[in-house]
Each structure stands twice: as C-alpha cells, then as structure tokens.
C-alpha cells in the first residue's frame, strides 16, 4: 500500500531555534499533501494544504510565518516552525494524497521545544 | 466548519467482544474513512466508503455508509487486545483533494 515518511519521528531543541519536518511519498506521486498538529487525547487538527509547485493554503488561525510550507518535489513536502516556542511543542502529521485515493498518513513528529 | 460527532468517546471491553462505534453529521458527505492510531504513530487508513449505503469489510471491521450520507459506522468483531488504539471517522464532502473533516475519536481498551 501507500507509503508516507517522515522525518525525524522525535526533536527536542531550545526555544528561539527553528526546526524543519520532512514529509516523503515513497511510492506514488503526491500532488497534495497536508499538514496537521495533534495535541494530547484530541484529534488531528489541519494546518495547511500543500500543492506542489504553488503556495500552501492555510487554516484559519494557522500562522504562516512561523508554519513555512514548501511542497517542491510531487514526493516532498516540508515544514518548518520558525523561532520555535514551548506552546509549539505537539506532535505534527503530514498526509499524502494522489488521484482521488484516500489520504495516507505519516508516523508523525513529536516536537518538544525547552 | 463542518463537525463530526464520533461517539462513544472511549469503550473499555473484554476480548472476544464486539464493538460497534459511529459517526453523524450534519452535512453530506461523499466519502468517509476509518483510520486507527497507535500512540507515537500516525493513523493507518482502515476502510474507505464512497457510495451510500455501502458495507465494506476488512477482516473482522466492517463499516457502512449511511444511506443519508451523513452518517457511518464501524464495527469490530471478536475484539483482540492489539485492537487497542483510537478510531477516527473521517469525511469527504467534495472531490479527492477536497480537505479531510475528522471525528474526535474513540479510544478503545481491550482487556485479555
């Protein structure tokens, strides 16, 4: 089936540091993929979509400042939380989605900033 | 927004039962999908419905499309401890790019 990967699963940094998730489709191409942050014992709460080759499109609420998207590559796309803080500390899902199958997830990135 | 009410909110049972857990709406949609997630992973598509009225197994899940198309359900038979972990319905309302609307979940502990 579908494989999505991403990378790294764990991070911890200092607060002020800027931290980049990568997000592969191994095994079709993505033409969407999608980027999520979970908290404890909730659900998946979308950030942004990622198209590739144009600019990501934002949830409301979502800063896209200090969420940067780059979706370059139909098996890429990353994201980047600038100037991390301890209230960005969550764990972040991307998604991958080709044709009009269903969406495939990622193990996820647990980020805890310090 | 459009919102999913997955219910129950958690289900503690003894292995070898069956489960049944489901998802309403007030809004139509065109697909729905049952993932399930293990704790530090991802969720893991389960069963995907595109047509109302649809039944659809997977080993011992089944699920089913609400025939108004604003609802699902998914049942699991024969519980097993790794069955454990959280079920998240999740709908489509318009074409395969359109965005993923997802229920709250259900965690499910299964006892041996």
């Known amino acids: 089936g579908a494989v999505v990967s991403q990378h790294p699963s764990w991070v911890i940094c200092k607060s002020g540091t800027s931290v980049k998730i990568e997000c592969r489709s191994l095994?079709?191409?993505?033409?969407?993929m999608f980027w999520y942050r979970q908290f404890p014992k909730q659900s998946l709460m979308l950030m942004a979509t990622?198209?590739?080759?144009?600019?990501?499109?934002?949830e409301q609420g979502v800063e896209k400042d200090k969420f940067l998207i780059n979706h370059a590559s139909l098996t890429l796309s990353t994201l980047t939380v600038t100037s991390a803080h301890p209230e960005d500390s969550s764990f972040y899902i991307c998604?991958?989605?080709?044709?009009?199958?269903?969406?495939?997830f990622g193990d996820g990135t647990r980020l805890s900033i310090l | 927004g459009q919102q999913l009410n997955q219910s129950p909110q958690s289900m503690f049972i003894q292995e070898g039962e069956d489960v049944s857990m489901n998802c309403t709406s007030s809004?139509?949609?065109?697909?729905w999908l049952w993932y399930k997630q293990e704790p530090g992973e991802g969720p893991v598509l389960l069963i995907a419905?595109?047509?109302?009225?649809e039944l659809t197994s997977n080993g011992r899940l089944t699920a089913q499309f609400g025939i108004t198309r604003k609802d699902s359900f998914l049942n699991i038979s024969a519980s097993i401890p790794s069955d454990v972990g959280i079920y998240f319905c999740?709908?489509?309302?318009?074409?395969?790019?359109?965005?993923?609307?997802f229920g709250k979940g259900t965690m499910l502990l299964v006892s041996p």
């Open positions: 095994d079709f191409q993505a033409t969407t």
């Open positions: 990622s198209n590739e080759g144009s600019k990501a499109t934002y």
């Open positions: 999740a709908g489509r309302m318009n074409s395969g790019y359109s965005t993923l609307t």
């Open positions: 998604s991958a989605l080709h044709s009009n199958q269903p969406q495939h």
């Open positions: 419905l595109y047509k109302a009225g």
């Open positions: 809004s139509i949609f065109n697909t």
